[in-house]
């Protein structure tokens, strides 16, 4: 994608996020044909500053997982390297706010939530053909 495209996505974030924070998930938790979204807090890496990143998620039993595909782009995205370098963060899941310790999925449990991520949305499968990279799962586990 441009950088224009980003500049005006992450606008849409921003707002996704105020809507979603004001209605406690009323509006932003669902968003119509796509997938359920939450709100991951994290800290950034390098900059330390809070940021928040709305996300769809796939529920598996009590964890939660994200998927770091940013659109098939070539690099993982901000928040991924963010929830590697800080791992204990908070979600939002609609009104709920979760605290949760973050870890990339393994091979093995890649293997059999791949194919749950892409049923929730479609849309994964063709963002890994669009790159080389794997793209990782991240699994938000209850702390």
Do not use: C
């Amino acid at each position: 994608m441009k950088e224009s495209t980003w500049t005006w996505l992450n606008r849409g974030f921003s707002l996704h996020t105020r809507m979603y924070r004001a209605t406690r998930g009323l509006i932003g938790h669902r968003v119509l044909f796509g997938p359920p979204m939450l709100l991951l807090d994290h800290v950034g890496a390098k900059s330390g500053v809070q940021r928040t990143t709305p996300l769809a998620y796939v529920p598996d039993g009590k964890n939660v997982i994200v998927v770091a595909s940013k659109g098939g782009h070539p690099r993982h995205p901000a928040w991924y390297h963010n929830l590697v370098a800080h791992p204990d963060t908070t979600i939002q899941v609609g009104s709920e706010v979760r605290e949760v310790r973050a870890r990339v999925a393994s091979p093995a449990e890649r293997e059999r939530l791949w194919p749950k991520a892409v049923s929730f949305y479609k849309p994964y499968a063709s963002y890994q053909r669009k790159t080389s990279r794997q793209i990782p799962l991240v699994i938000l586990q209850p702390r």
